[in-house]
């Protein structure tokens, strides 16, 4: 029994640990909930783009010795803006708006990041460091963090119904070309929020994974809202804990849980999973043949 609870406790004996357990933790909420939407609108990729977009302003923070946060909030709204600007003002479309944008800012950053010589930071950023995150960019993850779930929260009921019927959204009275944006610049702060915890290469997994498997789960909204930050919270307190007990990379075991969750959920969700399915069809087959 002493065993279990030495390892259950001795990690949060560490400073680090315990701002990396905080951190982590209001990251994957605030994206587990906002995944719900992005998967039944089909925005799962946006979130990609946009925190391959931020690279530059990571980029310049870092040059400028200021907190990598804001650098990326600077260029996450203006990718977004950008991006809104080129599908609504020309014959491009949205999915090609988003790749000409991410791609530029991001071939931009790799342009600065190749002029600083001092790049290790840079490299936590691209792949994660959440062990290493600073009091200042902890701050701001957090207020980000709490100010995404706040409007999340007070605007569910408007959310949900854009991401079922934008023509029902917009005969009772709601602009879905404001909840559209609303969308996007909450994308935006997400996506910078997670970039400390697993960086730019995973964050798109944070923001697509919770609300896939919360959806293989169940049909209802709400219940989606509570089952996917259940899974995410879940999968990154556990996936801390195995990266401190085997010092092996944190972001990479948060989204292998997260990963494993999915599987789980995909081979046995009772309703929409693959061995439920079957074993529900065989017993069709019986009883046809019977």
Not at 156 to 185: C, E, K, M, Y
């Amino acid at each position: 029994m002493s065993a279990v609870i030495t390892v259950l406790t001795e990690p949060f004996s560490y400073g680090f640990m315990t701002n990396a357990f905080l951190v982590a933790t209001a990251a994957s909420l605030v994206c587990a909930l906002l995944s719900c939407w992005l998967v039944l609108i089909g925005w799962s990729l946006l979130g990609d783009a946009i925190s391959h977009a931020v690279l530059p302003g990571v980029v310049l923070a870092h040059m400028l010795g200021l907190p990598f946060t804001l650098g990326a909030l600077v260029f996450g709204m203006a990718s977004v803006a950008l991006i809104g600007v080129v599908r609504d003002t020309s014959r491009v479309k949205g999915d090609a708006a988003i790749g000409v944008v991410f791609t530029a800012f991001f071939a931009a950053g790799l342009i600065l990041k190749s002029r600083n010589p001092a790049n290790t930071d840079l490299n936590s950023i691209i792949f994660g460091n959440v062990l290493g995150i600073s009091p200042v960019d902890r701050a701001m993850v957090l207020s980000l963090a709490a100010v995404v779930t706040a409007v999340l929260l007070a605007k569910r009921r408007d959310l949900t119904l854009f991401a079922f019927d934008r023509t029902h959204a917009h005969a009772i009275g709601l602009r879905p070309a404001r909840i559209n944006a609303l969308l996007l610049v909450l994308l935006a702060l997400t996506t910078i929020v997670a970039l400390q915890v697993v960086g730019v290469i995973l964050v798109v997994a944070m923001l697509i994974i919770p609300g896939s498997t919360a959806h293989l789960l169940t049909d209802r909204m709400g219940t989606m809202l509570l089952v996917a930050p259940a899974i995410a919270t879940g999968s990154t307190v556990i996936g801390l804990y195995i990266a401190y007990w085997t010092n092996a990379s944190s972001a990479g075991w948060i989204i292998v849980c997260q990963s494993l969750a999915f599987g789980a959920a995909y081979l046995g969700s009772p309703r929409h999973g693959i061995i439920p399915r079957m074993m529900r069809r065989r017993r069709e087959s019986r009883g046809s043949l019977g």
